[in-house]
Structure formats: structure tokens, C-alpha cells
């Protein structure tokens, strides 16, 4: 015996607010389909490998600027690694 269930997915005010939340860009992101361990290395090797996959993502530029304004010192974000994005806050503080 078998039954077949169909789906209706309808949007809601739930997922509106979700999509204009801060974050929303996030699930654009090409990270998205890569173990988050990826994005945080642990060598040198390994931010390569990660800001090469930044580089054809569709948002980097999002994910850099929320890097930066959130103060985030972990991780690649945007296509940089920790030391990248300390220069560019230290550069702003200077030409500030
Ligand atoms: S720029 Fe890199 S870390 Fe940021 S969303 Fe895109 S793939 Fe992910």
C-alpha cells in the first residue's frame, strides 16, 4: 500500500522577516554548501582554500562589510582572512 502527500509551500509573514533579516544575504553565499570548518582554518593552507571559494561568491562584498561592521575575528569572511580585515579596520581608524 503506497499514498502520495502533496505539498503546498505558501509563503508567510515568518519567512519575510527572515528574508529581510541582516543575515538574509547568507543564504547566498557559496559557503553555504561547504562544512562551516572550512571558513575557519587552522593554517595558512587552509585560508587559501577558502578565500578561493569566496571569490566567485555573489555576495562577498556583503559578507566583507558585515565582517567588519560586526567586528568579527574569526574566520574568512568576504574573501579575507583575520589579518586582512585588521589592516582594513586599522587603515579606516587612520583615515578617520
Ligand atoms: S564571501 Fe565567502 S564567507 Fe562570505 S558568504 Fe561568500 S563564500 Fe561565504
Not at 3 to 14: K, L, R, Y
Not at 69 to 88: F, P
Request: charged share 20%.
Amino acid at each position: 500500500m503506497s499514498a502520495t502527500f502533496q505539498v503546498i509551500v505558501q509563503p508567510t509573514s515568518q519567512n519575510k522577516t527572515f528574508r529581510l533579516s541582516p543575515t538574509s544575504w547568507m543564504n547566498d553565499g557559496t559557503c553555504r554548501i561547504y562544512p562551516l570548518s572550512t571558513f575557519f582554518p587552522i593554517d595558512g593552507k587552509g585560508v587559501i582554500a577558502a578565500k578561493k571559494i569566496c571569490q566567485n561568491c555573489p555576495v562577498a562584498l556583503r559578507c566583507l562589510n558585515y565582517a567588519l561592521t560586526e567586528n568579527i575575528e574569526h574566520g574568512v569572511w568576504g574573501g579575507t582572512s583575520e589579518r586582512e580585515r585588521r589592516r582594513i579596520l586599522k587603515r579606516r581608524v587612520t583615515a578617520a
